[in-house]
C-alpha cells in the first residue's frame, strides 16, 4: 500500500485530494496546521497530523510521524488580491514563506528518502495565473510562478534518481481556502492609493462574475493531481479546469 502526504487539507483541493487517495484504497497522511478529525471518514489507512509549512519544526515532526512517503502532494498556499501598492511587505514574505520557500521545505524533508529508495514523485499545486498576466495578483503569481520554475528544474534533477515531479495548475475555483485566506489578509491590508479605485472596483467586478461560472470544479483538481501520481507519462504541467486548460491552449 502506498502513503501519500497532502499539506493543507483542512479544506479545498486539499480535503477533496486527501478523500480521493483514502477512497482508492492508499495510506493517506491529511496534514493541515490545525487537525480537525470531523474533516475526513475514520479510517485505519488515514493519520492527521498538524504540519505548518512555514516552520520547520513542525515539518521535520510531521514527516518523522509519517514514516515512508511514496508521494508528496504540494497543496498548502494562501491567496491575496490586491494592488501592489496596497500590499505590505509583511503580507508579501508571508506568500512566499508560505507558497514558495515553503513547497521547498517540504520537499528537501521528503527527498532524502525518496533518493534512498530511487523512487517517488512530487506534485506542486500552482495556479493557472502564471499563464497568463492578471491585475491585482503580482504577488500571489509571483510566489507561484517562482514554484513553477524550480518545479520545471527540479523534474530534471530528480528524474536520474527515479523520482517524477509534475505541476498541477488549478484554474479559478470559488469557495476554496484561496479565497478565505486572501480576505483574511484584506482585512488587515493596507489601503491601496485612491488612483487605483475605479480600476480595482472594475476588475472585481470581472472577478465576481467569472467566480459566478465556476469554471474550475474540485473534481478537475482532483483528477490532475491523481494523474500526476499515478501516470508516468503524463506532461510536467497539468491545467485543471477548463479556464486553466484554455489558458494553456
Known amino acids: ?35 480537525d478529525p470531523t474533516l475526513l471518514p475514520v479510517s485505519d489507512r488515514l493519520r492527521l497530523l498538524p504540519l505548518d509549512v512555514t516552520a520547520p519544526d513542525s515539518i521535520a515532526a510531521a514527516v518523522q510521524v509519517a514514516g515512508p512517503i511514496d508521494v508528496l502532494v504540494n497543496n498548502a498556499g494562501v491567496g491575496w488580491l490586491s494592488v501592489f501598492e496596497g500590499t505590505s511587505d509583511e503580507t508579501i514574505r508571508r506568500l ?24 517517488g514523485v512530487i506534485v506542486n499545486v500552482s495556479s493557472s495565473v502564471t499563464m497568463k498576466p492578471l491585475p491585482l495578483l503580482s504577488v500571489y503569481t509571483a510566489s507561484k510562478a517562482a514554484v513553477n520554475a524550480y518545479t520545471e528544474c527540479l523534474a530534471l534533477e530528480l528524474a536520474p534518481l527515479g523520482i517524477r515531479t509534475r505541476l498541477v495548475l488549478p484554474g479559478q475555483a470559488p469557495g476554496t481556502q484561496f479565497g478565505s485566506n486572501a480576505r483574511g489578509l484584506m482585512a488587515d491590508a493596507p489601503a491601496a492609493p485612491e488612483a487605483y479605485k475605479p480600476f480595482v472596483a472594475e476588475v472585481m467586478g470581472n472577478f465576481q462574475k467569472n467566480a459566478a461560472q465556476e ?32 489558458l494553456a491552449a
Open 96 to 119: 512566499f514563506e508560505t507558497n514558495t520557500f515553503g513547497t521547498f521545505a517540504m520537499i528537501r524533508a521528503v527527498l532524502p528518502q525518496m533518493r534512498d529508495r530511487g523512487a
Open 215 to 246: 469554471p474550475t470544479r474540485p473534481g478537475d483538481v482532483v483528477q490532475a493531481i491523481w494523474r500526476a501520481v499515478t501516470d508516468p507519462d503524463c506532461p510536467l504541467h497539468l491545467p485543471a479546469g477548463s479556464d486553466a486548460e484554455a
Open 1 to 35: 500500500m502506498k502513503t501519500v502526504l497532502i499539506t493543507g487539507c483542512s479544506s479545498g483541493f486539499g480535503l477533496d485530494s486527501a478523500r480521493d487517495f483514502l477512497g482508492r484504497g492508499w495510506s493517506v497522511v491529511a496534514t493541515m496546521r490545525r487537525p
